[in-house]
């Protein structure tokens, strides 16, 4: 079992900044994959971006450009800097980690991007 913390969730104001915290414990395997998703109201849940143990990373064209998917191994832990936010990224964000034969998911975090 993995379990997954996040943080760094809220309101923000549109062109304003905020950063993902997500920190993963338990049984964890040294290659994994981790990264954010995230679902609005009345909409599929999507990619946002991932990053893998090794740094390779995948984002949705949609925050290209704006996000920045990072983390640090040592604390098992994956950060997503949005930056010039849009009131379309009002979504819960979630976050997975995966490695193979196994998937996991946190309770997800609210942002808000509204003035």
Not at 5 to 19: A, D, F, I, K
Request: proline letters at 3%; hydrophobic letters at 30%.
């Amino acid at each position: 079992q993995v379990q997954l913390v996040e943080s760094g969730g809220g309101l923000v104001q549109p062109g304003g900044s905020l950063r993902l915290s997500c920190a993963a414990s338990g049984s964890i395997f040294s290659f994994n994959t981790m990264g954010w998703y995230r679902q609005a109201p009345g909409k599929q849940r999507e990619l946002v971006a991932t990053i893998t143990s090794s740094g390779s990373t995948i984002y949705a064209d949609s925050v290209k450009g704006r996000f920045t998917i990072s983390r640090d191994n040592a604390k098992n832990t994956v950060y997503l800097q949005m930056n010039s936010l849009k009131p379309e990224d009002t979504a819960v964000y979630f976050c997975i980690h995966r490695s193979p034969g196994t998937g996991y998911w946190g309770q997800g975090t609210q942002v808000t991007v509204s003035s």
